[in-house]
């Protein structure tokens, strides 16, 4: 049923033509306007893989019965987490919380943990301890976490712990993230480009240590680039966030929803056209697979050898990362 909609929308925008065009340069625009943004959505940056994780747990338990460090806690903690241990994760947490007390790195963890297990309104105090502690960590990460948390919960999107999506729909008209922060984020309710590069960079930061497949960090996403005016958003990117999100989300009613607002956001401005932003999708996820097909093929190699790779991470991948989007 998806892909006929799709195909549907395809075949009505690949007849039309357009007063303005948007080819190859209208992206490397968005692109210049909002680096990073098509690699994220598309996976093309460096992270860890499974076997990764795995390793990286046993080592920090090996070196963890030597050397109870609190950094150890938190290696810990998150590779459990990463493995899908949720409960285990927060267990770790906990014991460092009662054996060091309160830290940034403690709350924000606790409350990313307690948040991924559905305890939101909980999870919501520990970050906003952590904010208080440190409130532009991580690209200030926390602090749009908190308020995306604080969304969700205003636009009603949680029921009995889980997040309906798409978020913010239900409301007339349609309640975004972007016009939740302009009444929040203390900026007078203002939402210029400095404030949505900011709020763009949070949630970028959100998807790459988190999960840069969640529909809902893509739905949000889609929302703050595709905000504002031609000089001021990326449709484009916006789109492709949206397609991003149908793909990933679950059941079939959830996945047409996010197809529609593909459809309105290139509904929205002239010489967008459907088939296209398919096409291109597909060449930059491929080059996200072939990237993560690499990464995870160098840590099993470096983990097999007995090497650290974890420093081999960073000196091969990650350093080349930092150097570009810096």
Not at 132 to 156: C, I, S
Request: charged share 25%; hydrophobic share 35%.
């Amino acid at each position: 049923m998806l892909m006929k909609s799709l195909l549907l929308i395809v075949s009505l925008f690949s007849t039309q033509s357009f007063a303005c065009l948007w080819d190859r340069d209208t992206m490397a625009a968005e692109k210049a306007r909002f680096p990073t943004s098509l690699e994220i959505i598309t996976g093309q940056f460096p992270r860890h893989s499974k076997a990764y994780y795995q390793w990286r747990l046993k080592d920090s338990k090996k070196n963890f019965r030597n050397n109870k460090t609190p950094q150890l806690y938190d290696d810990i903690a998150v590779a459990q987490e990463k493995l899908g241990d949720t409960k285990s994760a927060l267990k770790t947490m906990e014991a460092k919380l009662k054996k060091y007390g309160p830290s940034y790195e403690t709350f924000a963890n606790l409350g990313t943990f307690l948040i991924h297990s559905g305890k939101f309104e909980e999870g919501l105090k520990f970050i906003g301890k952590a904010v208080q502690l440190n409130p532009d960590a991580h690209f200030g990460r926390e602090k749009y976490q908190r308020w995306l948390v604080q969304y969700l919960l205003a636009t009603k999107a949680i029921v009995n712990g889980k997040i309906i999506l798409p978020t913010g729909q239900s409301n007339t008209p349609p309640y975004s993230f972007a016009n939740f922060l302009k009444k929040e984020s203390n900026t007078n309710n203002k939402f210029d480009l400095k404030e949505q590069k900011k709020a763009i960079e949070g949630i970028q930061g959100m998807m790459r240590f988190m999960s840069h497949e969640s529909p809902l960090l893509l739905q949000i996403l889609g929302e703050l680039l595709s905000y504002g005016h031609p000089g001021q958003n990326a449709n484009r990117l916006a789109a492709m966030c949206y397609l991003r999100a149908a793909k990933f989300a679950k059941g079939k009613a959830v996945k047409l929803k996010f197809t529609k607002l593909v459809q309105r956001t290139i509904l929205s401005h002239d010489g967008l056209k459907m088939g296209n932003i398919i096409k291109e999708l597909k060449i930059e996820v491929k080059r996200g697979d072939e990237l993560n097909t690499k990464i995870e093929s160098s840590e099993k190699n470096w983990i097999g050898k007995g090497k650290n790779a974890s420093i081999l991470f960073d000196k091969t991948f990650l350093k080349k990362w930092n150097e570009r989007s810096n």
